[in-house]
Every structure is written in C-alpha cells, then in structure tokens.
C-alpha cells in the first residue's frame, strides 16, 4: 500500500505564469483536500474533491482551480501567478472525506519570483 | 481573531522533559480535535485525535479537551530528540469538514 504521492517537490515560477500540481491518493482513498501553507503558518483549506467533483471550497480566489481523476488522483491549478502564492502546497487523501482519515503527502515547494 | 490560536514557539526543552502545547478557539461547533506532527520538509502526520470533551492517551502521548474553555493540549512525556518537530493542532465542525489548522509549534527536543 503507497501513501499519498505529491509531484513535483519543488518548481519556482514567475509571477503571472501559471502552474499545475499533481496528487496520488493512498490506494482506497477517493477524497482529495489541498492545502496551502505559507511558511511559518499552519495549513490553510483551499478546496476538497469527492467523485471528481468540487465538494466545498476555503477562502481562495477562482484562479485556483482543480480536477479529481476516475482514480481519484487530483490536480491543482494556478492561473496568474502572484509572489504570495509562495508556498508549501499540501495535498491530503482520506476514505469518504473523513476528517480523521487524513493522509498528507510531503507536499510541493512552490516559489514565485 | 483567528479560529484557532497556537503559541509558534520555538519550544526548547531537555530530553526526558514533559512537554505541553496548547491551542485555544473560538468557533464553538468544533467538535473533532487532532494533534499533527510535521518533520522539516514533510507533510503533517496525525498524532492523535479526539471527539468531543475529555482525555485520550496514547504511549507517551496525551490529548486533553476542555470544550467550556475552547482549550485543547498536548502532553508528550519523556520526550525524546526525535519528537523535535513543529506540532500543529487542527480541528473541524464534522468529520466530513474541512480542517482549520493552528500556525504550530516548533518543539526542539535537545540530548
């Protein structure tokens, strides 16, 4: 059985530009959370995907969009960049969303230049 | 006023020390409360987690509630180098919701 599998570990990128991150859910798990956390700050809720669809969403702009796959893998997208996106992107699996059941993954480093 | 309020630290104690670390909250329909530990470089791993008021151990690990405070603790007893991590607590209106972390506490755990 693997963990929860988060690619790439680090990128930097420019402001405007735009990104996309990649998520493997622990086999078994079909709810995906991403998570934002900027350095020193604890994890903030940006949105959670059940059955590849959007099922509740934190205080985050629209140009963060994401996807859930029929393998319950996810994407999180970042259109237009800004230097405060900087940060450690979480992504966590857990079994019919249950909180409890989180799994993170180690994460990808994002910096914005 | 932040949901969910933890002291950043840094916290630095001797090994074998007993350790204490604390939130506090203001959103009163939290009723699931965990414990997270997260190496340098890792993602948060759940310690422990507890629903509603009253104690929960586990090893050297005890959870506290006390939901008519908003208060929630973390005692590690007989702390070990390894334990040096930030620990981050978190907590949720349901099981199906979102989580609302702490901003962590380092803890150095020196020989």
């Known amino acids: 059985e693997t963990g929860v599998t988060q690619s790439p570990t680090h990128l930097i990128k420019t402001r405007g530009q735009q990104v996309t991150l990649r998520c493997s859910s622990q086999?078994?798990?079909?709810?995906v959370s991403w998570y934002q956390q900027a350095l020193g700050q604890g994890p903030q809720f940006i949105f959670q995907y059940y059955r590849e669809e959007e099922n509740g969403r934190g205080n985050f702009p629209p140009r963060f969009s994401g996807l859930q796959f029929p393998n319950y893998s996810s994407e999180l997208n970042v259109n237009a960049l800004e230097l405060d996106d900087s940060a450690l992107y979480l992504c966590?699996?857990?079994?019919?969303?249950?909180?409890?059941?989180?799994?993170f993954g180690s994460g990808t480093r994002l910096t914005v230049v | 006023q932040k949901e969910v309020e933890q002291d950043p630290g840094p916290l630095s104690v001797p090994e074998g020390a007993i350790v204490s670390l604390n939130c506090t909250y203001s959103n009163s329909a939290f009723q699931y409360f965990m414990w997270y530990r997260q190496y340098s470089r890792k993602g948060p791993e759940l310690l422990m987690y507890?629903?509603?008021?009253g104690n929960k151990e586990d090893g050297r690990f005890t959870a506290q509630v006390d939901k008519s405070s908003k208060y929630i603790s973390l005692f590690i007893r007989d702390s070990q180098p390894s334990d040096s991590a930030t620990y981050l607590c978190?907590?949720?209106?349901?099981?199906?919701?979102?989580?609302?972390f702490g901003t962590g506490t380092r803890l150095q755990v020196f020989p």
């Open positions: 966590a699996s857990s079994p019919m969303g249950q909180a409890i059941g989180y799994t």
């Open positions: 978190a907590m949720s209106e349901d099981n199906t919701d979102k989580l609302i």
């Open positions: 507890t629903y509603s008021s």
């Open positions: 086999s078994g798990h079909n709810t």
